[in-house]
């Protein structure tokens, strides 16, 4: 009976500690594999984070880009020019100087060459044109004339002013370039 007291107590012993242990081994497996889930779930996300921040560009985005970066591109756009009116010249004196002082301005118009009738409206209203310039720069005093956004000041105020009496389906003035500018 000894060895049946022996297997009788083992059984005891052996759920007990087969069950304390099963507990706390079943806790961290779970654990352990939450763990190592979480963990290829933010893998997964940057590897897919990555892929498509990294991916090759099909040919047409690359030469769209390249086309936008192009240095080349930005200088033509800079440096390109529409069609330009005759010059119109204007000599006033300039206002609060009793005749003494005088400016000499002379400017371009500046269009698009889409609108075919433009240029014949620009030439045909340049008596226009002219006379308003006359009376713009008249009545800037010397103070004025010297400031150093003077120009700027002066150019936008002319294309709008142009810009206010063409016709709108004749097109529009997009600049006034400044050909000659004295104070005197």
Same mark, same amino acid.
């Given at each position: 009976?000894?060895?049946?007291e022996?297997k009788?107590?083992?059984?005891?012993? &052996?759920?007990?500690?087969?069950?304390?242990? &099963?507990?706390?081994?079943?806790?961290?497996?779970i654990?352990?594999?939450?763990?190592?889930?979480?963990?290829?779930?933010v893998?997964?996300i940057?590897?897919?984070?990555?892929?498509?921040?990294t991916?090759?560009k099909?040919?047409?985005e690359?030469? &769209?880009e390249?086309?936008?970066?192009?240095?080349?591109v930005?200088?033509e756009?800079?440096m390109?020019m529409?069609?330009?009116s005759?010059?119109? *010249?204007?000599?006033v004196?300039?206002a609060?100087?009793?005749?003494?002082?005088f400016?000499k301005?002379?400017?371009i118009?500046?269009f698009?060459e889409t609108?075919?009738e433009?240029?014949?409206e620009?030439?045909r209203?340049?008596?226009?044109?002219?006379?308003?310039l006359?009376?713009?720069?008249?009545?800037?005093t010397?103070?004025?004339?010297?400031?150093?956004?003077?120009? *700027?000041?002066?150019r936008?105020?002319?294309l709008r002013?142009?810009?206010s009496?063409?016709?709108?389906?004749?097109?529009?003035?997009n600049?006034?370039?400044?050909?000659?500018?004295?104070?005197q």
């Amino acid at each position: 009976m000894p060895e049946e007291e022996k297997k009788q107590e083992q059984k005891e012993q &052996a759920p007990e500690a087969g069950g304390e242990g &099963a507990k706390k081994e079943g806790s961290n497996t779970i654990l352990f594999f939450g763990i190592i889930g979480g963990i290829v779930l933010v893998n997964l996300i940057m590897a897919v984070v990555l892929f498509t921040v990294t991916r090759p560009k099909n040919e047409e985005e690359e030469a &769209a880009e390249a086309v936008e970066d192009s240095a080349e591109v930005v200088v033509e756009e800079t440096m390109s020019m529409g069609m330009t009116s005759e010059p119109i *010249e204007a000599i006033v004196n300039i206002a609060g100087t009793d005749g003494e002082r005088f400016l000499k301005v002379v400017v371009i118009l500046e269009f698009d060459e889409t609108h075919r009738e433009l240029p014949e409206e620009l030439t045909r209203r340049a008596p226009r044109f002219k006379n308003m310039l006359i009376e713009q720069l008249s009545r800037m005093t010397l103070q004025e004339v010297n400031e150093p956004s003077a120009k *700027e000041r002066i150019r936008k105020e002319f294309l709008r002013r142009v810009n206010s009496i063409i016709p709108p389906k004749m097109g529009e003035v997009n600049n006034v370039l400044l050909d000659q500018f004295i104070i005197q």
